[in-house]
């Protein structure tokens, strides 16, 4: 049974720095894509970043460059999204997902399986 456990989440002020952690199991690790997603109240879902181990470079949304790290342990089959500056507009539940394939995609339609949520608060 495919399983994606996200974690890490919490109230921190706005340029504070939390890491989320996405723990997966029941399937080969290597094989997929894993991305993160987010979504704030009255808004849409939105592609945080995703990571592939077989393709170089991570994706990251454009509001997240250069504040946000997306990293993968292959041993411990868990991914990281390490986020420092954080601001009020991070403030949203965020979701590991796992991809179809190994392809990292921002697009949520690729992503066949998804956790079940932490809550980042951001205050000001």
């Known amino acids: 049974e495919v399983q994606l456990q996200a974690s890490g989440g919490g109230l921190v002020q706005a340029g504070g720095s939390l890491r989320l952690s996405c723990a997966a199991s029941g399937f080969t690790f290597d094989d997929y894509a894993i991305g993160w997603f987010r979504q704030a109240p009255g808004k849409e879902r939105e592609a945080v970043s995703c990571?592939?181990?077989?393709?170089?470079?991570?994706y990251y949304a454009d509001s997240v460059k250069s504040r946000f790290t997306i990293s993968s342990d292959n041993a411990k089959n868990t991914v990281y999204l390490q986020m420092n500056s954080l601001k009020p507009e991070d403030t949203a539940v965020y979701y590991c997902?796992?991809?179809?394939?190994?392809?990292?995609?921002?697009?949520?339609?690729?992503?066949?399986?998804w956790g079940q949520g932490t809550q980042v608060t951001v205050s000001s």
């Open positions: 990571i592939s181990s077989s393709e170089g470079r991570p």
């Open positions: 997902a796992r991809g179809a394939g190994w392809a990292a995609s921002r697009l949520g339609g690729d992503y066949s399986y």
